[in-house]
Each structure stands twice: as C-alpha cells, then as structure tokens.
C-alpha cells in the first residue's frame, strides 16, 4: 500500500491491495505508475496474486487538431489497452461538451471494456503534451465510486521514450460486471458556481491557458469567447508537468498552488474549457493528499452560454449580451 506521492510499488505486486485503498482517509491509492511497473504487469502470468489490471488509452483531442483517437489507437497502443471514448461515454443529450454519463451508462460501458469491481485501471492517453485527457478518465472513475484507478506516468510519450512495446492487435477485453454509483462532492454545477460567487464556500482553480482565462486568445470552440468566471484563479495545466511530459512531484505541485495562494487545506474546485483539462488540477492536489476536489463538469462552455455578461471576466471582447 503506497500513499499518495510516494515511489513505486513493489513490482512483484500487480497492484496496491485495493481493500487496503479504502482504508483510513490518509492512504490513498496509487494514483501514478511508472512505464517500467506497467510493463512489467504486463509480463506477468494472468491470474496472479493481486487485483486484475485493465490498460485504457483515452486519448481525446481538439477537433482543430484533426487527430482521430480511435484510428490512431487501432494503429498503435500498449498491449492489452481497450479504448476509453469520452465523447461516447457521455450524456449525448446535454448540449455541452462530454458532460458526465449516468452512472447505469458509465457501468455498461466500462463493464463492457473489462472493468469490473476489483479491476486496477490504468488510463493514459497519446499526447504530445504526455498527459492530457487521462486525467479525466482517472477522475470519472473516482466520481463513480472506483477508487481502484491511476494514470500512466507520462502516457504514451514517455512509454515511447521508454522503447517499451505497441500492438496494433485488435483489443479483445473480457466483459465484466461493473457497479457505479455517483459521488456528487466530486461534480459541481452551474448553479453551485454561480452561488458560490457570493458565498464563496469554496476556491476555483481553471486550468485553460493563461491567455484563455485573461480574455486575450480564442476559445478553442466557435461562439464562445475567452475570459473567466469572477474570482477564479488560473493554473494553466501544462504547469503540472515537466518538460518531458511527466507529473510533477507533490512538493513541486504543493508549491505550485502556494505560489498562487490556493489553500489545500479548504474546499477547492477545478475547470477548464470543458471538464477535461480541470482533472489535472484534481489529480495534482490528490498527489498532495487532497483526494476531494470536485469538478465543475460544465466549465467555461457552460458558464459562457448561462452567465450575465458581468459574471464573464475579460481583458478582450467577453460577453455583451
């Protein structure tokens, strides 16, 4: 059992003892592993000691990217990876961007990629950043109860750095039976936020770009302009890697939020253009020992269509109707 922030587990191990996750609040599972400690999963005989391991690429891009995450998995991932769509595991009928599924949609689809309850998932994605949409997956998973979940330190970059092998083999995950139910202190809404602008109950961290949050560059979307929500702070998310593309240490994330004077100590909640960006926020205050930020799931999208345009903070054009 690793707390959080702490080195590799044993490798003789497939995974930390996912009882002994659940324990005391202080000890949390493992939410980093390492190239060399997947790999070395991989190797070992199925039906070993420990929990079994499921891999999932849940690489998601921009569309002005024009990069295809699903034809790009079928080309080349990690053996023994399904692939994890964020868009399709989604509620298809909100008008915003992949907002988070029902918990009866999200247990049908990751069942059916081989998580069941004692699953240890791995999720990285294909980034040229390292780490991008895995945290996403990572924190979907914790909203739904699965506390057995972690990223792959530096995606599929740094497993690419690492000379470790690819398949383009046809993914064959085994269906299992999956339970979910959702923890609604992880999710905020709309409504939460815009309360809390008189309240202030709670901190809010957005990690889009600096020039994003201050007004003065596009939104990646059409009909949405930049700025942000009145009293948030911005940490832009690239500040939680290094230039390699790997997480942080917890004392140099710790800082990280020092610097900005966010209190790890009191309630905090992330965003981001929509919801994706926000969970490195998440997952860099949980290396930290903060295992409870919530993510306003709607984000600036949301927040940009709904407000009055004096609740949208900007240095450029922001809202005028």
């Not at 959080?4 to 000890?27: H, L, Y």
């Not at 080309?75 to 769509?85: L, N, S, W």
């Not at 936020?193 to 949050?213: H, M, P, T, Y």
């Amino acid at each position: 059992m690793a707390e959080a922030g702490s080195r590799e587990p044993k490798t003789r191990d497939r995974s930390p003892s996912v009882a002994a996750a659940s324990m005391a609040p202080q000890q949390l599972f493992r939410a980093l592993v390492s190239a060399s400690w997947v790999a070395e999963a991989l190797r070992a005989p199925r039906g070993g000691p420990g929990p079994p391991l499921q891999l999932l690429d849940a690489s998601w891009y921009l569309p002005r990217l024009g990069r295809d995450a699903r034809r790009e998995f079928h080309e080349r991932h990690i053996p023994g990876a399904a692939f994890f769509d964020i868009d399709r595991c989604s509620d298809r009928t909100s008008p915003y961007d992949h907002m988070l599924p029902s918990a009866a949609h999200f247990a049908e689809y990751v069942g059916h990629l081989g998580v069941g309850a004692a699953t240890h998932v791995v999720v990285y994605d294909a980034s040229d950043q390292g780490l991008y949409s895995a945290p996403r997956v990572w924190w979907m998973f914790r909203a739904f109860g699965h506390r057995a979940v972690s990223v792959l330190q530096g995606g599929l970059r740094h497993w690419l750095r690492q000379g470790l092998p690819l398949t383009s083999d046809r993914s064959r995950p085994v269906p299992s039976e999956f339970r979910a139910a959702l923890d609604p202190a992880l999710v905020k809404t709309y409504e939460d936020i815009k309360e809390n602008l008189e309240s202030r109950r709670f901190q809010v961290v957005d990690a889009r770009a600096a020039g994003r949050f201050r007004g003065t560059e596009p939104e990646p979307r059409d009909g949405i302009e930049p700025g942000h929500i009145p009293g948030t702070v911005n940490i832009p998310f690239m500040d939680f890697l290094t230039e390699e593309g790997l997480e942080k240490s917890p004392e140099e994330i710790r800082r990280l939020f020092q610097d900005k004077k966010v209190d790890l100590s009191q309630p905090l909640v992330a965003t981001c253009g929509s919801g994706v960006t926000a969970c490195h926020v998440a997952l860099g205050a949980y290396l930290c020992g903060k295992p409870d930020v919530a993510i306003y799931d709607g984000a600036w999208v949301e927040w940009y269509m709904r407000a009055q345009p004096e609740e949208v903070i900007s240095e450029g054009r922001g809202k005028t109707r």
